[in-house]
């Protein structure tokens, strides 16, 4: 109801921000448009004020003062004034029309997202005009993704990750299934790859090593599946789709559910602490922290890093590191996910704007490298230099020292990687000198060559305020307490039922309906993506 509700809002605000007829965008041209040259360096204008609202009050609102903003202040003369707040204050910017210049906000399937046409310029007419440069800025992939019904596109994302962007290496695995490397050597260095070696090598463990927990995995805390759900699907490579192309339900895929029968037996023979099934995310990462699992199947792992580090610190020989762990029966590969071409925020330039072609310049400078290099970098000779040998970008002593020193004051007083609406792991990833954390090094390297795209996925569900949207909010918090049932089975006939029981409840709230959304979606996607 509060989702229907928040629908209902946004919906109304968009169509009063229609009718009150905004206009549509103008300005003198000040300069000649050049297709090679960014057209920041050609615009003589001086002193641009811009509005710029972020929909996350979390974000920090500073301009100027740090050399990332400071930079862009100086290089594209235009001061920005950030404004913050959540939903209600958009819809309260809307409704009174007061959009501001730029918005960036949170996903693209948003009902504000996807009603862009109405309030927002598309980025194609404001490039063609102003700065056809950003087209070499912009990535050719992304621009289609996020086009709308109109063949245009009006919102850029940050994170936004290609096929290229996989292929070029910069995009690391973040699954690993990983095992203590004291208990990996002691034990002859086992394989976990059938359901006999994988049962073997844990009743090993739980003999051998009786302090510790023989399996581990992410929690299932509120609705999750933790690293038991779509991650595991994708470590034994359940395949994306179906052979016609549409929706598959990889929830009830036979060789998944084999291997959750696997883990339930490894349950009922006590390698598995009930505790999994109720921790939260702290009481999860300390156990990572002290070594307590011998094994793990680990998702997030950057995330991890921290928790990771800390269990090497405290002794270097129990690192964790990642094995093949189990494996599909039928041959197929793992098919790894991270992020997708949908990206996290999205910003747009809005009807409101004063000076379009300031605004689509901050755009290009930003998506381009040079705007990569300021936001994870800085300022070269203030906080960063390049090795001369190998070409890498690092940061200067003192800048990490500022950091190690004090990360809240150095995020305010820096902003290396902070002003993020669009950033782009790749870059930092190809031209960072010693990036990443060493604590999960090896497990991206284990990963390399495992990574599919699942861009066919994303954004498939129903439209907000339908029947069918509402139906799939009961369902995903429904496999999460079957999986969860399934895993702590006392037998094969519990562990049944709960896979009948769950049948019986797709078919209550018309799952057919809502695979059939789904397969079209996934159409339209592949149709975006020229697959």
């Not at 809002?9 to 206009?23: D, E, I, K, M, Q």
């Not at 000040?30 to 641009?48: G, I, K, S």
């Not at 004051?409 to 790749?426: I, Q, T």
Request: one cysteine or more; proline letters at 5%.
């Amino acid at each position: 109801m509060k989702q229907a509700t928040r629908f209902t809002a946004l919906c109304a605000a968009l169509v009063l921000l229609l009718s009150l007829g905004l206009p549509a965008f103008a300005g003198e041209m000040r300069y000649t448009p050049n297709p090679d040259r960014p057209a920041y360096l050609d615009d003589p204008a001086e002193n641009t004020k811009l509005t710029w609202y972020f929909n996350a009050d979390w974000f920090y609102t500073g301009w100027g003062t740090d050399p990332v903003t400071r930079t862009i202040k100086e290089k594209l003369k235009v001061d920005v004034e950030l404004i913050v707040g959540d939903d209600t204050k958009l819809n309260g910017l809307f409704g009174a029309n007061e959009v501001p210049d730029i918005v960036t906000i949170f996903g693209m399937n948003s009902p504000m997202a996807q009603n862009a046409m109405t309030w927002a310029l598309p980025l194609n007419d404001l490039a063609d005009k102003y700065d056809p440069y950003f087209y070499k800025a912009a990535d050719e992939q992304t621009l289609a993704w996020f086009q709308l019904s109109d063949g245009k596109t009006y919102g850029y994302p940050s994170y936004s990750n290609t096929k290229t962007d996989y292929e070029s290496g910069a995009i690391k695995a973040t699954t690993a299934f990983v095992i203590r490397e004291d208990v990996y050597k002691a034990l002859g260095e086992p394989k976990m790859g059938t359901e006999e070696e994988f049962l073997s090598t844990l009743e090993k463990i739980k003999e051998q090593y009786p302090e510790l927990l023989p399996l581990g995995m992410r929690s299932f805390a509120g609705s999750s599946t933790g690293s038991m759900g779509d991650v595991f699907q994708d470590f034994i490579g359940v395949p994306l789709m179906n052979e016609e192309k549409g929706y598959y339900d990889r929830n009830l895929d036979p060789e998944y559910l084999r291997w959750m029968r696997v883990i339930n037996k490894a349950y009922r023979a006590g390698m598995i602490s009930d505790d999994t099934f109720a921790d939260d995310n702290t009481a999860f990462e300390e156990k990572v922290a002290s070594g307590r699992y011998a094994t793990l199947m680990a998702s997030g792992t950057p995330q991890l890093s921290g928790a990771f580090a800390k269990n090497i610190a405290a002794d270097p020989t129990r690192r964790y590191i990642a094995i093949d762990g189990p494996q599909s029966a039928l041959g197929n590969q793992p098919t790894l996910n991270q992020s997708g071409i949908s990206g996290w925020t999205v910003t747009f330039i809005s009807k409101n704007v004063k000076d379009p072609a300031k605004a689509i310049q901050l755009f290009t400078y930003l998506i381009s490298d040079e705007g990569q290099e300021l936001y994870y970098f800085g300022v070269k000779g203030e906080t960063f230099d390049i090795d001369p040998v190998d070409g890498k970008h690092y940061l200067l002593p003192e800048t990490v020292k500022a950091r190690e020193d004090n990360i809240d004051a150095f995020k305010r007083d820096y902003r290396l990687g902070e002003f993020l609406v669009f950033g782009h792991d790749s870059f930092f990833r190809l031209h960072g000198k010693d990036v990443g954390n060493p604590s999960i090094r090896q497990m991206e390297e284990w990963g390399e060559g495992k990574l599919l795209p699942h861009f066919v996925l994303e954004n498939i569900e129903p439209e907000d305020g339908t029947a069918e949207a509402r139906a799939l909010q009961n369902i995903w918090p429904q496999w999460a307490t079957t999986l969860a049932t399934m895993l702590r089975a006392p037998d094969d006939a519990t562990f049944d039922q709960a896979i009948e029981d769950y049948k019986a409840f797709l078919d209550s709230v018309g799952w057919d309906k809502i695979t059939a959304i789904f397969s079209e979606k996934m159409q339209s996607n592949a149709e975006k993506l020229g697959l």
